[in-house]
């Protein structure tokens, strides 16, 4: 299984301001994904995170509002742009073995926008 | 899009009970997979199934993919107290571009009475 830190664990934001994420694993991995977890609700796949290039984006979600970046095969940044209080949620990221389709979470990033 | 059906929403048992719960999709899976989230932290990975109607345990914990591969069930026996938590289904569906794309069921509370 791969080890998965996010920074930061929590943070309390103004309405408006952007946050960005960071997500870093301890081996090269191929897949990458964003998820959310709103309040009391099931996980929700945002985006996979290509390296060196655009994410892939899941309905309803735009880059202009989630950028991510994924610079090298062991992390990668989500941004939650002009935020309100609807994006108060858990961010997830997750990272997919492809010898053995197994996916693993990292602690998620509880994010309250005030 | 694809669904997934989980039961029960949430399940108060005594300790030393056993529990069930399953999740049913509206389309195929190729891998279903089993996850405890507890308050605050990414869920975590319990058990993963490859194959239609592969039967794998993990301790006290049984999962099975069903032969359709559109269900799959999570056994629990003789809960222990520290089994409180949320479970979640998850399951990619068949394809390439589907290929660790998570789709989550709405998940079971379990509350364990000690």
């Known amino acids: 299984s791969a080890v998965i830190s996010q920074k930061p664990s929590r943070d309390i934001c103004q309405r408006g301001t952007s946050l960005t994420i960071q997500c870093q694993v301890d081996s090269q991995v191929t897949m990458m994904f964003w998820y959310r977890q709103q309040p009391g609700q099931s996980l929700t796949l945002i985006a996979t995170?290509?390296?060196?290039?655009?994410?892939?984006?899941e309905s309803g979600f735009v880059i202009d509002k989630f950028p991510i970046s994924r610079p090298n095969l062991t992390f990668s940044t989500l941004t939650v742009s002009n935020m309100s209080p609807e994006d108060s949620s858990i961010y997830l990221c997750?990272?997919?073995?492809?010898?053995?389709?197994?996916?693993?979470f990292g602690p998620g990033t509880r994010l309250t926008v005030t | 899009g694809q669904q997934l059906n989980q039961s029960p929403q949430s399940m108060f048992i005594q300790e030393g009970e056993d529990v069930s719960m399953n999740c049913t999709s509206s389309?195929?899976?190729?891998?279903w997979l089993w996850y405890k989230q507890d308050p605050g932290e990414g869920p975590v990975l319990l058990i993963a199934?490859?194959?239609?109607?592969e039967l794998t345990s993990n301790g006290r914990l049984t999962a099975q993919f069903g032969i359709t591969r559109k269900d799959s069930f999570l056994n629990i026996s003789a809960s222990i107290p520290s089994d409180v938590g949320i479970y979640f289904c998850?399951?990619?569906?068949?394809?390439?571009?589907?290929?660790?794309?998570?789709?989550f069921g709405q998940g079971t509370i379990l509350t364990v009475h000690p």
């Open positions: 199934l490859y194959k239609a109607g």
């Open positions: 998850a399951g990619h569906g068949a394809g390439g571009t589907s290929y660790g794309k998570l789709t």
């Open positions: 389309s195929i899976f190729n891998t």
């Open positions: 995170a290509n390296q060196g290039s655009e994410a892939t984006y």
């Open positions: 997750s990272v997919t073995a492809r010898t053995s389709g197994s996916t693993y």
